[in-house]
């Protein structure tokens, strides 16, 4: 792992050198990798405590009174440690693994949905929302009698403030489910006024952070929300393995979420009780390999720092955005003024499958499709855009690759 030095720079060609899968070629050409929004690339020293722990430690946790359950369990549970003190959580016991951050609001939505909302409440969410902050509140919907509104979103790609108010003055949400950085548009929410609206009228407030905790950092009690998700896969860490952060008193109020072991304090054949939070939401083997290579994952991103990824980010999108806006054909989806390295784009004449079929064969991935937010394709007249997304790892040459290749697809359709 390279320390970097300087707080507010970053030496991308020397992180370039931590993460193997970056050497390679494709077609003969180098790999330009723009899709970290899906699924981020991991670092040596991911792949090493992984490997580390597999042959070296590796044994089940919580149960065993062996050396190696016991080495396991310590690192295994530090990685809560280290999830608590990556967002400023408050104590250990408010950070609850699952498996992504579908697994955390289907959670969510299960246990606090069904265990504390009533029927005739309603959840608000917006219309950039990823289908995993969409599909668990409609199956709420219809299973439990809870209205789901939907705040829009402005020609400009954010969130309609006066609108998302509006839909709160009746005092029927309980809960606002947002996003806090779209993985479409970019747009970053403003978080802090949501939470005070919210708040205001009676409403608790979840925080999908799958894509903001990778660009900045989220502390949870300077927010004030109640609720916050995100996954690790995004973060350079493996998949498998998410997180749901919430406050303490209301993860005590949720009844569990799946029953089995490790969730409960006693069983018998006439009844169960149930563990102590966090534990009685993680029923089962955990993903305990996973789980390491996550802490793994999180001292990596902090040994960089917040402020140099953001500055590196900043730089790399304002270079996007100035290279694609000269890109005859070329229109950009979104123009909120606060986003992030996620950038969608539609081509004249071209379907996205096919930009990004032939940027392929430049050695260059990009996303195609709906991205997993088909309302909000629908809400700008789209089925589909390309997606370029950012990392740590992506230089501003990539973004001139991506440029290049994009006006030979427009040559090719002209």
Same mark, same amino acid.
């Given at each position: 792992?390279?320390?970097?030095?300087?707080? *507010?720079?970053?030496?991308?060609?020397?992180?370039?050198?931590?993460?193997?899968?970056?050497?390679?070629?494709?077609?003969?050409?180098?790999?330009?990798?723009?899709?970290?929004?899906?699924?981020?690339?991991?670092?040596?020293?991911?792949?090493?405590?992984?490997?580390?722990?597999?042959? *070296?430690?590796?044994?089940?946790? #919580?149960?065993?009174?062996?050396?190696?359950?016991?080495?396991?369990?310590?690192?295994?549970?530090?990685?809560?440690?280290?999830?608590?003190?990556?967002?400023?959580?408050?104590?250990?016991?408010?950070?609850?693994?699952?498996?992504?951050?579908?697994?955390?609001?289907?959670?969510?939505?299960?246990?606090?949905?069904?265990?504390?909302?009533?029927?005739?409440?309603?959840?608000?969410? =917006?219309?950039? !929302?990823?289908?995993?902050?969409?599909?668990?509140?409609?199956?709420?919907?219809?299973?439990?009698?809870? !209205?789901?509104?939907?705040?829009?979103?402005?020609?400009?790609?954010?969130?309609?403030?006066?609108? %998302?108010?509006?839909?709160?003055?009746?005092?029927?949400?309980?809960?606002?489910?947002?996003?806090?950085?779209?993985?479409?548009?970019?747009?970053?929410?403003?978080?802090?006024?949501?939470?005070?609206?919210?708040?205001? #009228?009676?409403?608790?407030?979840?925080?999908?952070? =799958?894509?903001?905790?990778?660009? $900045?950092?989220?502390?949870?009690?300077? +927010?004030?929300?109640? %609720?916050?998700?995100?996954?690790?896969?995004? +973060?350079?860490?493996?998949?498998?393995?998410?997180?749901?952060?919430?406050?303490?008193? +209301?993860? !005590? $109020?949720?009844?569990?979420?799946?029953?089995?072991?490790?969730?409960?304090?006693?069983?018998?054949?006439?009844?169960? *009780?149930?563990?102590?939070?966090? #534990?009685?939401?993680?029923?089962?083997?955990?993903?305990?390999?996973?789980?390491?290579?996550?802490?793994?994952?999180?001292?990596?991103?902090?040994?960089?720092?917040?402020?140099?990824?953001?500055? #590196?980010?900043?730089?790399?999108?304002?270079?996007?955005?100035?290279?694609?806006?000269?890109?005859?054909?070329?229109?950009?989806?979104?123009?909120?003024?606060?986003?992030?390295?996620?950038? =969608?784009?539609?081509?004249?004449?071209?379907?996205?499958?096919?930009?990004?079929?032939?940027?392929?064969?430049?050695?260059?991935?990009?996303?195609?499709?709906?991205?997993?937010?088909?309302?909000?394709?629908?809400? %700008?007249? +789209?089925?589909?855009?390309?997606?370029?997304?950012?990392?740590?790892?992506?230089?501003?040459?990539?973004?001139?690759?991506?440029?290049?290749?994009?006006?030979?697809?427009?040559?090719? %359709?002209?």
């Amino acid at each position: 792992m390279n320390v970097m030095t300087n707080p *507010t720079a970053l030496d991308v060609e020397r992180i370039r050198r931590d993460f193997p899968i970056l050497k390679q070629t494709i077609r003969g050409k180098p790999l330009v990798f723009l899709d970290s929004a899906a699924s981020a690339q991991k670092p040596r020293a991911v792949i090493d405590a992984m490997v580390n722990a597999m042959e *070296t430690q590796y044994a089940n946790i #919580h149960r065993g009174l062996h050396w190696m359950s016991e080495r396991t369990t310590e690192a295994y549970e530090s990685t809560r440690d280290a999830v608590a003190a990556l967002m400023n959580a408050n104590d250990r016991s408010e950070i609850v693994f699952t498996g992504n951050s579908t697994g955390a609001i289907n959670l969510l939505a299960h246990s606090y949905g069904r265990g504390v909302l009533k029927r005739g409440q309603a959840v608000l969410i =917006s219309g950039m !929302e990823h289908h995993s902050n969409i599909v668990p509140w409609q199956m709420l919907r219809d299973a439990h009698g809870i !209205e789901l509104r939907v705040a829009p979103v402005t020609d400009a790609g954010e969130l309609d403030m006066a609108a %998302f108010e509006a839909l709160l003055e009746d005092g029927k949400v309980g809960l606002v489910a947002i996003t806090h950085m779209s993985n479409v548009l970019g747009t970053i929410t403003p978080a802090e006024r949501i939470v005070r609206i919210a708040h205001a #009228h009676g409403a608790k407030v979840m925080f999908d952070g =799958s894509q903001a905790i990778v660009h $900045r950092k989220v502390d949870v009690r300077a +927010l004030d929300c109640d %609720f916050y998700v995100w996954t690790g896969h995004k +973060l350079y860490g493996p998949t498998g393995i998410g997180v749901l952060w919430g406050k303490r008193d +209301l993860l !005590e $109020r949720m009844p569990p979420f799946m029953g089995g072991g490790d969730m409960i304090s006693s069983v018998t054949y006439e009844q169960s *009780t149930w563990a102590a939070v966090p #534990h009685k939401f993680e029923a089962g083997t955990p993903a305990i390999l996973e789980g390491i290579g996550l802490k793994a994952a999180i001292d990596y991103v902090q040994t960089i720092g917040y402020d140099a990824m953001a500055a #590196h980010e900043a730089s790399l999108t304002e270079h996007a955005l100035a290279r694609l806006a000269g890109i005859q054909g070329l229109h950009i989806l979104g123009q909120a003024q606060d986003r992030g390295g996620v950038i =969608s784009f539609s081509l004249d004449k071209a379907h996205a499958h096919d930009v990004a079929t032939l940027l392929d064969r430049q050695g260059i991935a990009v996303r195609a499709g709906h991205h997993c937010a088909e309302p909000l394709m629908h809400r %700008f007249n +789209l089925d589909s855009t390309a997606r370029a997304s950012f990392g740590i790892y992506t230089t501003h040459a990539e973004i001139d690759a991506l440029a290049d290749g994009l006006i030979r697809v427009r040559e090719f %359709f002209a």
